[in-house]
């Protein structure tokens, strides 16, 4: 079982900067491949980035390459979004999520444990 709670989601003004943690309880968190996803106001749940459990290349939407970095640390069962150049597209309830097998990353279903979410808004 693992428990995700995302934090540092707010409001801030269209070029500015905000990092995402994806806390993580349970000892197996660093056996988890991670993810993250967004959803806009009347919009469906997109994928944003993922990122293997150890070795492996990170993913993202093209709409965030060059702009979002993903990573992790494991010793701190946390995963980040680190979210540059935001503009106001970007808007949107972040979440994590976590799943075994890197595979097929970018599916929502295929996730086994998800956060609440955190909301990111961006002004123009």
């Known amino acids: 079982q693992v428990q995700l709670v995302e934090s540092g989601g707010g409001l801030v003004q269209a070029g500015g900067s905000l990092r995402l943690s994806c806390a993580a309880s349970?000892?197996?968190?660093?056996?988890?491949?991670m993810g993250w996803f967004r959803q806009a106001p009347g919009k469906e749940r997109e994928f944003v980035a993922a990122?293997?459990?150890?070795?492996?290349?990170?993913y993202y939407t093209d709409s965030v390459k060059g702009r979002f970095t993903i990573s992790r640390d494991n010793a701190k069962n946390t995963v980040y979004l680190q979210m540059n150049s935001l503009k106001p597209e970007d808007t949107a309830v972040y979440s994590c999520?976590?799943?075994?097998?890197?595979?097929?990353?970018?599916?929502?279903?295929?996730?086994?444990?998800w956060g609440q979410g955190t909301q990111v808004t961006v002004s123009s």
């Open positions: 990122i293997p459990w150890s070795v492996g290349s990170s």
């Open positions: 349970g000892r197996t968190f660093s056996t988890y491949a």
């Open positions: 999520a976590a799943k075994r097998a890197y595979s097929s990353v970018r599916v929502t279903t295929g996730y086994d444990y």
